[in-house]
T-cell receptor
Framework: GEDVEQSLFLSVREGDSSVINCTYTDSSSTYLYWYKQEPGAGLQLLTYIFSNMDMKQDQRLTVLLNKKDKHLSLRIADTQTGDSAIYFCAESPGSSNTGKLIFGQGTTLQVKP | ETGVTQTPRHLVMGMTNKKSLKCEQHLGHNAMYWYKQSAKKPLELMFVYNFKEQTENNSVPSRFSPECPNSSHLFLHLHTLQPEDSALYLC??????????????FGPGTRLTVL
């Protein structure tokens, strides 16, 4: 079946790096996504990675994909208090043509000053 | 207006009321989605529309009735709701279901409280 798992909570100090992890089950997933949700807001697309890539870097964000282990991670360098939010990973199942994204339950990132 | 907008942002209704949620996207997309986000639960996909046609109804109770008059607008009509329907309702859009990438762009949501 299709399932995406994330740890629920991560706390870091301002200036440290944050690493949010995600595992997924569908090996045919073509794209994997990271979304950010701030309090009272919708989900904002942060970045995505195509399944034939191992790594993607975008300013302070680094996405690592281990396709063999079906493990995805998001690293935020020099974490700021403004990075405090819920982070969702999502997969786009390769077998699906419904546009459906399977979301994890979200990881709450708390950044302490 | 840019991106995906939703109105109202907050709604309080009684169980016997009828209300509607509105979503509009200004991205030129052809697929639109309704999600329900409850506390401590994963995002639940409710409905999917592609070029105005409904392609998915994820076993949603009939007290939720979607309407998609064109590719830019999506409504969710609500009637005889239950307190457990209180949640954040999110609308999203994407290019279309045939696109290789399915990244979805979300609106800010409507916070619904059913008394």
């Amino acid at each position: 079946g299709e399932d995406v798992e994330q740890s629920l909570f991560l706390s870091v100090r301002e200036g440290d790096s944050s690493v949010i992890n995600c595992t997924y089950t569908d090996s045919s997933s073509t794209y994997l996504y990271w979304y950010k949700q701030e309090p009272g807001a919708g989900l904002q697309l942060l970045t995505y990675i195509f399944s034939n890539m191992d790594m993607k870097q975008d300013q302070r964000l680094t996405v690592l994909l281990n396709k063999k282990d079906k493990h995805l991670s998001l690293r935020i360098a020099d974490t700021q208090t403004g990075d405090s939010a819920i982070y969702f990973c999502a997969e786009s199942p390769g077998s699906s043509n419904t546009g459906k994204l399977i979301f994890g339950q979200g990881t709450t990132l708390q950044v302490k000053p | 207006e840019t991106g995906v907008t939703q109105t109202p942002r907050h709604l309080v209704m009684g169980m016997t009321n009828k209300k509607s949620l509105k979503c509009e996207q200004h991205l030129g997309h052809n697929a639109m989605y309704w999600y329900k986000q409850s506390a401590k639960k994963p995002l639940e996909l409710m409905f999917v529309y592609n070029f105005k046609e409904q392609t998915e109804n994820n076993s949603v109770p009939s007290r939720f009735s979607p309407e998609c008059p064109n590719s830019s607008h999506l409504f969710l009509h609500l009637h005889t709701l239950q307190p457990e329907d209180s949640a954040l309702y999110l609308c999203a859009s994407s290019q279309d279901l045939a696109a290789k990438r399915h990244e979805q762009f979300f609106g800010p949501g409507t916070r619904l409280t059913v008394l």
